[in-house]
């Protein structure tokens, strides 16, 4: 399966973004899909995931309550809704898939990375 992350931009402490993860080649609905992110210096970090029928979700703790996650399988996407943005978000947004039935804060169990997506959050 093949990803395009999309959305990132540059946007104000306080404000919302709309990252979107397309996916093309294999059924998009056998995949737990994931979004992850590196901010310079700092190793990749889980942000969410959700698993095939989208009624599965688990977040990171740092942007729970804040970001959102939610999957159109009709459309092949998955979008990472990120309100009351922090400076600390800034980073770059990878979106990754998993063929494991489960899912996982791990990068490791994900097998199909996208290109990533800038998000900058100024202060």
């Known amino acids: 399966v093949q990803l395009q992350a999309s959305g990132g931009g540059l946007v104000q402490a306080g404000g919302s973004l709309r990252l979107s993860c397309a996916a093309s080649?294999?059924?998009?609905?056998?995949?737990?899909i994931g979004w992850f992110r590196q901010a310079p210096g700092k190793e990749r970090e889980f942000v969410a995931t959700?698993?095939?029928?989208?009624?599965?979700?688990v977040y990171a703790d740092s942007v729970k309550g804040r970001f959102t996650i939610s999957r159109d399988n009709a459309k092949n996407t998955v979008n990472l809704q990120m309100n009351n943005l922090k400076s600390e978000d800034t980073a770059v947004y990878y979106c990754?898939?998993?063929?494991?039935?489960?899912?996982?804060?791990?990068?490791?169990?994900?097998?199909?990375w996208g290109q990533g997506t800038l998000v900058t959050v100024s202060s």
């Open positions: 080649g294999r059924t998009f609905s056998n995949y737990v």
């Open positions: 959700v698993n095939w029928s989208g009624f599965s979700t």
């Open positions: 990754a898939a998993s063929s494991r039935t489960w899912t996982s804060s791990s990068y490791s169990q994900y097998d199909y």
